[in-house]
C-alpha cells in the first residue's frame, strides 16, 4: 500500500482514537505529522509506540509498533486479539479513589494476561495525565488523576483493535527495530528525551534512555537512512542528536503542554522535527 493511499484514509481513520492517555502524546501535532508523511512508502515504523497516535490517524495498512515497555506492549497484543474480555474486565473496575490505589497495589504476576491488560488499561486511564512512570522496582507508582475520567466504551475498545490488527507489535530496543528499516519505509520517532544528569523519576523505566542511547539512536538512524528509509523524528532542541543529524531538514515548533498537568502551569515549549526528506505537503 503506498503512502498517498495511507494519507488519504486518514478521515475515516481519525474516529479511531487511542485507547491510551499518554503523557507526551503528539495528538495536538497532527495536522503538522500529517504534512510530513510522505507519499512513496509502503510501510509505517514506530519504534517508541506509546498511544500510536500518529499510526492510528494515518490508517497505515502495514506497520510495526515497537515499545520497551513490555507492560504496553503485553497489553496491545490482549487487546488486539481479545478486546471485548478486556474491556469487560476493566469496565466494572471502581473508580474511586480507594478503588484505584487497591487495583494499582495489585502485583502484576498475581494476575492472568487478561486481567494484567485490564490493570494496565484502567490504570492508564485513571491516573494523573496519562503518565507512565515506575518504582526501582518495576511498580507503577503514578497518583490517581483528577477531572473527567472514564473508561472507553466496548466500541472504543473494538475499534482500536482493529487498527491494531494492521501493525506487527513488539517489545524490542528502537536499535533492533530500526535495523529492519530501508527503502519503501517510512519511519516515526518520538524518543522519550535523554535525562543528562536530571534525576532519573522512573516515567519510562529506570534507566531507559540516557545519552548513550541517544547516540545508539544517531547510529542506527543514519545506518537507516542509507539503506533509503524515510525519517521523521520529533526531539528536543537541545539535544545531541540534533548535533549528530545536522544535515537533515529541520522544523521548529512551538507547542503548548501542561506543565505537571495543571492548568495554571500550562506554558509554551520547542519542539523539533527533523527529516532525511522534503516535506510533500507543506
Not at 13 to 22: D, F, G, K, M, N
Not at 195 to 224: H, N, Q, V
Request: positive net charge; proline residues 4%.
Amino acid at each position: 500500500m503506498q503512502a498517498q493511499s495511507i494519507v488519504q484514509s486518514s478521515n475515516a481513520a481519525s474516529a479511531v482514537e487511542p485507547l491510551l492517555r499518554w503523557a507526551g502524546s503528539k495528538k495536538k501535532l497532527l495536522p503538522v505529522l500529517l504534512a510530513a508523511a510522505p507519499d512513496d512508502t509502503q510501510r509505517y515504523i514506530e519504534p517508541f509506540a506509546g498511544s500510536a497516535v500518529l499510526f492510528l490517524r494515518l490508517g497505515a495498512g502495514n506497520a510495526i509498533l515497537g515499545d520497551l515497555n513490555e507492560s504496553l506492549i503485553e497489553t496491545y497484543r490482549i487487546v488486539q486479539r481479545y478486546p471485548r474480555a478486556v474491556w469487560e474486565r476493566a469496565s466494572i473496575l471502581g473508580a474511586t479513589p480507594d478503588d484505584y490505589y487497591a487495583i494499582r497495589a495489585i502485583p502484576r504476576e498475581r494476575l492472568n494476561a487478561f486481567e494484567r491488560a485490564a490493570q494496565f488499561v484502567y490504570l492508564n486511564r485513571y491516573c494523573f495525565n496519562g503518565v507512565y512512570r515506575t518504582n526501582r522496582s518495576g511498580q507503577f507508582n503514578v497518583a490517581r488523576g483528577k477531572g473527567h475520567l472514564f473508561m472507553p466504551d466496548l466500541a472504543a475498545f473494538k475499534a482500536f483493535a482493529g487498527r491494531l490488527r494492521a501493525a506487527q507489535l513488539r517489545c524490542s530496543d528502537f536499535e533492533e527495530i530500526l535495523a529492519e528499516a530501508g527503502s519503501g519505509d517510512f519511519v516515526y520517532l518520538d524518543p522519550p528525551y535523554a535525562l543528562g544528569d536530571k534525576r532519573d523519576r522512573g516515567e519510562y523505566g529506570c534507566d531507559a534512555f540516557r545519552e548513550k542511547d541517544e547516540r545508539r539512536l544517531i547510529a542506527s538512524l543514519r545506518t537507516a537512512d542509507r539503506r533509503g528509509a524515510k525519517i521523521l523524528l520529533s526531539y528536543s532542541p537541545a539535544a545531541t542528536v540534533l548535533q549528530g543529524l545536522r544535515k537533515w531538514r529541520r522544523h521548529d515548533l512551538t507547542v503548548a503542554r501542561n506543565v505537571a498537568g495543571f492548568t495554571s502551569a500550562r506554558r509554551t515549549a520547542c519542539e523539533v522535527l527533523l527529516s532525511n526528506y522534503d516535506w510533500p505537503h507543506g
